[in-house]
T-cell receptor
Framework: ETGVTQTPRHLVMGMTNKKSLKCEQH?????MYWYKQSAKKPLELMFV???????ENNSVPSRFSPECPNSSHLFLHLHTLQPEDSALYLC???????????FGSGTRLTVV | SQQGEEDPQALSIQEGENATMNCSYK?????LQWYRQNSGRGLVHLIL?????REKHSGRLRVTLDTSKKSSSLLITASRAADTASYFC?????????????FGQGTILTVHP
């Protein structure tokens, strides 16, 4: 375990379903991130939260809705997704400064 | 434009050999980081080099940074089968982009026993 825990590890959902991804960190980091990793594409930053406040929405469609109730938890609420949204969704946290970031193991999402 | 492009896209070597991966980027950076990803899992931070540093070591890893050429290289010495993974460079531009990493497409390294 890296200190960043993501659940579930795998998720299959229909296009009309509503589901949520969860991320939890107890590393004392103030910033948390959602990234999307699709086949043959670089990791794409989706959302950034600093001290529970969203500071970045990288033009993500509204069918992805993030929530950060506190600095240790981050959610990604999903609804009416498309098959092209199938990807590995990675959560990360970082303490800022010249330090690396800690990633979770990801949620492998398949939209059918 | 894509920040952070790795070269080669794939590298296959024998155990014990050295592996060198390169990364190029387009804009000024605050730091550059290297990550490893094992088959569909999360990324593991390997090493970070700041824009005012030229070389950094960590165990069997050696990273260089040439800001004039906007390029970096990652050297893994005496490779092991367990080093088989995808390796990504990521740039942190600092300023208003602080903490927002931009990744390349990665190098797939295969180390044969």
């Amino acid at each position: 375990e890296t200190g960043v825990t993501q659940t579930p590890r795998h998720l299959v959902m229909g296009m009309t379903n509503k589901k949520s991804l969860k991320c939890e960190q107890h590393l004392g980091h103030n910033a948390m991130y959602w990234y999307k990793q699709s086949a043959k594409k670089p990791l794409e930053l989706m959302f950034v939260y600093n001290f529970k406040e969203q500071t970045e929405n990288n033009s993500v469609p509204s069918r992805f809705s993030p929530e950060c109730p506190n600095s240790s938890h981050l959610f990604l609420h999903l609804h009416t997704l498309q098959p092209e949204d199938s990807a590995l969704y990675l959560c990360a946290s970082g303490g800022g400064g010249n330090y690396g970031y800690t990633f979770g193991s990801g949620t492998r999402l398949t939209v059918v | 434009s894509q920040q952070g492009e790795e070269d080669p896209q794939a590298l296959s070597i024998q155990e014990g050999e050295n592996a060198t991966m390169n990364c190029s980027y387009k804009t000024s950076i605050n730091n550059l980081q290297w990550y490893r990803q094992n088959s569909g899992r999360g990324l593991v931070h390997l090493i970070l080099i700041r824009s005012n540093e030229r070389e950094k070591h960590s165990g069997r890893l050696r990273v260089t940074l040439d800001t004039s050429k906007k390029s970096s290289s990652l050297l893994i010495t005496a490779s092991r089968a367990a080093d088989t993974a995808s390796y990504f460079c990521a740039t942190d531009r600092g300023g208003t982009s602080y903490g927002k990493l931009t990744f390349g497409q990665g190098t797939i390294l295969t180390v044969h026993p």
